[in-house]
């Protein structure tokens, strides 16, 4: 199971740091990703982390703002996300992939595990 908090309404140029709580599964054996998906638009990616931590990956409008890690001694795993613009409004799902498939851009369809999601409105 995985419970996804921290969000909230923020003003743009905010900063938020999103939490997802990892129970049922054994967090080192998954890579964990953060998706998104903003109202009438699909579900995008945002950012994966490798099971170890020591490798990330960003989508572009992530980039330069936001920062992936984890903790897997206490199987959470975080987003936090700086200079926040109205465009990043969505909810944000944390999600959980099996660490035998490569480390790679996160694609939702190859993620077995997903929390409920957390809403971010940033306000201009």
């Known amino acids: 199971q995985l419970q996804a908090s921290g969000g909230g309404l923020v003003q743009a140029g905010g900063s938020l740091k999103l939490s997802c709580a990892v129970s049922?599964?054994?967090?080192?054996?998954?890579?964990m990703a953060w998706f998104r998906q903003a109202p009438g638009k699909e579900r995008e990616p945002v950012a994966a982390?490798?099971?170890?931590?020591?490798?990330?990956l960003y989508t572009e409008s992530a980039k330069g703002r936001f920062t992936i890690s984890r903790t897997n001694i206490n199987s959470t795993v975080h987003l936090q996300m700086n200079r926040l613009k109205v465009e990043d409004t969505a909810l944000y799902y944390c999600?959980?992939?099996?660490?035998?498939?490569?480390?790679?851009?996160?694609?939702?369809?190859?993620?077995?595990?997903w929390g409920q999601g957390t809403e971010v409105t940033v306000s201009s």
């Open positions: 049922g599964l054994e967090i080192i054996q998954y890579t």
């Open positions: 999600a959980a992939q099996s660490a035998r498939i490569a480390f790679a851009e996160p694609k939702a369809s190859e993620y077995e595990f």
């Open positions: 982390v490798s099971v170890s931590g020591a490798r990330t």
